[in-house]
Nanobody
Framework: QVQLVESGGGLVQPGGSLRLSCVAS????????MGWYRQAPGKERELVAR???????NYAESVKGRFTISRDNAKNTFYLQMNSLKPEDTAVYFC??????????????WGQGTLVTVSS
């Protein structure tokens, strides 16, 4: 199995910053794709940012220039740095990985979610 543990959510004022962390553990040979998604009340889950194993990234248009996804391969940890936060960024944020497991099969795992609230 593969487990993800998220941290870093909370309440922040508009214009503020937060950094989310996601630690992956388990029988992981390699992380092929890592991403952050979010789901606001009454809305569908949407992709925020993702990073492929080679380092290329994709961002939702709404967060480009404000959010940055990064990783620490040695720690199997990846991050979402969120700057210039807006009230519309309020959502539960989920991390996701697609990995190759020891043994050669693939696994798709999700974190438990962490709430980010942007409000004055």
């Amino acid at each position: 199995q593969v487990q993800l543990v998220e941290s870093g959510g909370g309440l922040v004022q508009p214009g503020g910053s937060l950094r989310l962390s996601c630690v992956a553990s388990g029988s992981i040979l390699s992380i092929n794709l890592m991403g952050w998604y979010r789901q606001a009340p009454g809305k569908e889950r949407e992709l925020v940012a993702r990073m492929f194993s080679g380092g290329s990234t994709n961002y939702a248009e709404s967060v480009k220039g404000r959010f940055t996804i990064s990783r620490d391969n040695a720690k199997n940890t990846f991050y979402l740095q969120m700057n210039s936060l807006k009230p519309e960024d309020t959502a539960v944020y989920f991390c996701n990985v697609f990995v190759t497991r020891i043994g050669g099969d693939f696994w798709d795992a999700w974190g438990q979610g962490t709430l980010v609230t942007v409000s004055s």
